[in-house]
């Protein structure tokens, strides 16, 4: 999942982004990332910023953990 990509799994990930990476969001001005589900500049600028993630492509089995993670927070996707 990348730069273009659009759908759930992007929603997912900018969930996982504001509730993970809030402090480095707030630090980079923008937080909160809008949960569009598209994966876009601001996305892509917060991949790489959240200290968590620090990449702009994440493969099934990252996107796998950050399912995991959401669920663990009860945060729905």
């Given at each position: 999942i990348k730069m273009g990509a659009k759908g759930d799994a992007v929603k997912a990930i900018q969930k996982y982004m504001n509730s993970t990476c809030s402090s480095d969001l707030k630090a980079a001005g923008i937080f909160p990332l809008e949960i569009n589900g598209v994966w876009d500049e601001i996305t892509d600028k917060a991949t790489l910023t959240c200290s968590?993630?620090?990449?702009?492509?994440?493969?099934?089995?990252?996107?796998?953990?950050?399912?995991r993670d959401l669920q663990s927070a009860n945060i729905s996707v």
């Open positions: 968590v993630l620090k990449r702009n492509e994440i493969d099934k089995e990252s996107f796998d953990r950050i399912l």
